[in-house]
């Protein structure tokens, strides 16, 4: 069974820095690319970022790409999105995802994890 | 970036009933759009893609339609189970973009 666990939410006071997981089980983790995608209170889903298979290829939406940095590790099957000089308007439900390709369709989702960015 | 624009977002319909839903691009996008349904609080599940794909285990009674800037997804047969947020993402281009979403409520 296909198995995506974020962890590393939580709250953290403006200005600072976070950095979430994904736990990926159940598949062939390295042949994916992989996804951050958020989705704030009341709001729709917004794409973060995209990350090829063996790391080389990354995507940003431009207006978190000089603040959030996603990486993986092949050999522990885990996704990351280190995130810095976060706001309140990061305040959101961050969800991995698994691609089967280039232009594949984010077919495994994991359960989401909050971040709240408060003082 | 291409824009996704969705229609209606809210929509109002009654078990047994068919619903269709609109997505238009900014641009064309070839048949690269995926079909989202996300219930409040759980993850999106994926529907639908290359526009009129079906994943695996989604039922029949759902199906996508379209290609270039116009694309619809329509389900027959509304059932209690399908009251939830639709949203379709086009694959095209970077920044994959999302429409903002359809509430699809019970009547």
């Known amino acids: 069974e296909v198995q995506l666990v974020e962890s590393g939410g939580g709250l953290v006071q403006p200005g600072g820095s976070l950095r979430l997981s994904c736990a990926a089980s159940g598949f062939s983790f390295s042949f994916y690319w992989m996804s951050w995608v958020r989705q704030a209170p009341g709001k729709g889903l917004e794409w973060v970022a995209n990350?090829?298979?063996?790391?080389?290829?990354?995507y940003y939406v431009d207006s978190l790409k000089d603040r959030f940095t996603i990486s993986r590790d092949n050999a522990k099957n885990s996704l990351y999105l280190q995130m810095n000089s976060l706001r309140a308007e990061d305040t959101a439900v961050y969800y991995c995802?698994?691609?089967?390709?280039?232009?594949?369709?984010?077919?495994?989702w994991g359960q989401g994890t909050l971040v709240t960015v408060s003082s | 970036d291409i824009q996704l624009t969705q229609s209606p977002s809210f929509l109002s319909a009654s078990v047994g009933d068919r619903v269709t839903i609109t997505c238009r691009a900014s641009?064309?996008?070839?048949?690269?759009l995926a079909w989202y349904q996300q219930k409040p609080g759980k993850a999106p599940k994926l529907l639908i893609y290359?526009?009129?794909t079906l994943q695996s285990g989604v039922p029949s009674r759902f199906s996508g339609s379209g290609s270039g800037t116009e694309f619809t997804l329509t389900i027959i047969s509304l059932q209690p189970e399908d009251f939830a947020t639709y949203s379709c993402?086009?694959?095209?281009?970077?920044?994959?973009?999302f429409g903002q979403g359809t509430k699809v409520e019970i009547k």
């Open positions: 993402q086009q694959l095209n281009s970077y920044p994959r973009t």
């Open positions: 990350i090829k298979q063996d790391g080389s290829e990354k």
């Open positions: 641009q064309g996008i070839s048949s690269y």
């Open positions: 290359a526009a009129s």
């Open positions: 995802a698994s691609l089967p390709g280039f232009r594949g369709p984010f077919d495994y």
